[in-house]
């Protein structure tokens, strides 16, 4: 029995020859990774590596609370250092005596400011549920460890043991959040280096389901468009989709809508969300929606027909107004679009053929509310460029009212810049 220089070890492997406890005996899996019988008959995994010339010995933990998938990512960690001409002994070393640190510096302490911080740009649902995931899965594994002395090997077993339960939605969130704790820990010097980068090999790759379906040519689009006007579903709910499709808001800030949010009695009308409706609720304005004249007219016959107070999609049943589910089964099972577009899909198509246009990043971002990763775009985000998402919106809107029509459509080249 022997783990070979391919990683071949398996669980079985490892459990028969913890059976045999043989002391002193080794069984390797490849890379100088090897589960090791210590003289006092514990199990322990350890690489073994050499630099300058030298032989030596890296210890990780002990087998089974170090699971072999951990141990893997700890070595890829000793790897990295090695090909730095670093000793992972001696950096080990110096990581923990810069950490000999008092308990301010504790996971817990540096997750809670990090929490505290995240606060003001989540969601009140968003940050409780981040929370307690920290409070049920990470902090008794790691909480009451100093953070520069968390390696790669703990929050992969922290991680592993959250997948075991079968939730690879929860893992995956959860370590999205590790990477940001360590980030701002590195950034205040509280560790040198990441230690939930390597941890991401823990978890399978999901299946891509991540981004939502949207087609992205005219034709297609425009065939939507033809077949929900044709298709028997209640006119809220018909309304509601023409509303996605024209502003590429978000479904849920749709079914939500109310009258008093727009304004289409103006020049240029427009629709005012209120930033506590938003995803980004942090930020200090309201988020306007210029309104093409195609949609602004068909809201204007909407709201003679629908009364001009409360939801602008009344729920049928009684309700405060229709639910996001209503819309997107007709896009599932009435448009027959499983897995091909969807009401996001709106966004998508939005963003990616108003770039195809010539239309600046900045200005698309801003149209969608998306978080800006440049402080150039953070700083247009105070109602400026506003004239711009005018003439994107205007332009949208010709774009599918042209499709739908079956015309040719030619790009307008407006260079919104």
């Given amino acids: 029995m022997s783990g070979g220089i391919g990683r071949k070890l398996t669980d079985k492997a490892i459990k028969a020859f913890v059976a045999k ?53 700890e070595l890829t960690e000793v790897k990295a250092l090695l090909r730095e001409n670093k000793d992972p002994v001696t950096e080990r ?69 959250i997948h075991k339960r079968d939730v690879l939605e929860t893992a995956t969130r959860i370590l999205q959040h590790l990477n940001g704790v360590f980030r701002y820990a590195q950034a205040k010097g509280l560790c040198r280096d990441n230690p939930a980068l390597a941890a991401r090999e823990i978890l399978p790759r999901k299946k891509d389901t991540g981004r939502m379906p949207a087609l992205l040519d005219y034709s297609s689009l425009g065939d939507i468009l033809r077949r929900a006007d044709m298709a028997k579903i209640s006119p809220s709910v018909r309304m509601a989709h023409r509303l996605c499709a024209f502003t590429a808001m978000r479904i849920g800030n749709i079914v939500d809508a109310e009258w008093k949010e727009f304004h289409l009695d103006e020049d ?41 107070k409360g939801y602008v999609f009344p729920s049928p049943a009684g309700g405060k107004h229709i639910g996001r589910e209503s819309i997107e089964k007709v896009y599932r099972v009435t448009l027959g679009l499983n897995g091909k577009h969807s009401p996001h899909g709106w966004r998508s198509s939005f963003s990616t053929l108003a770039r195809d246009n010539g239309t600046a990043r900045d200005v698309v971002e801003l149209a969608l509310d998306h978080v800006h990763d440049n402080e150039v775009a953070r700083a247009y985000d105070r109602g400026e460029r506003f004239d711009e998402r005018v003439k994107l919106f205007q332009w949208w809107g010709a774009q599918l009212a042209a499709a739908q029509r079956g015309a040719t459509i030619i790009p307008l080249k407006t260079k919104v810049a």
């Fill in 21 to 73: 406890a043989q002391r002193s005996k080794k069984l390797p899996d490849g890379g100088g990774l090897h589960l090791f019988i210590t003289p006092a008959g514990g199990t322990t995994w350890r690489i073994k590596y050499r630099i300058d010339g030298k032989e030596k010995i890296y210890s990780i933990g002990a087998y089974p609370a170090v699971s072999l998938a951990a141990a893997r990512v």
């Fill in 268 to 308: 240029q009308p427009i629709w005012v969300i209120p930033r506590a409706k938003m995803k980004i609720t942090s930020r200090p304005i309201d988020h306007r929606v210029p309104l093409s004249p195609e949609i602004a007219d068909e809201l204007r016959r909407w709201k003679s027909m629908s009364g001009n």
């Fill in 93 to 161: 070393r110096i990581n923990r005596a810069g950490t000999n640190a008092a308990s301010d510096d504790t996971f817990s302490v540096v997750a809670g400011v990090w929490l505290t911080m995240k606060k003001k740009e989540w969601s009140a649902g968003h940050y409780t549920k981040s929370s307690r995931a920290f409070e049920r899965d990470i902090y008794p594994a790691i909480g009451k460890l100093p953070i520069a002395s968390i390696t790669p090997a703990i929050v992969a077993k922290a991680i592993e043991d």
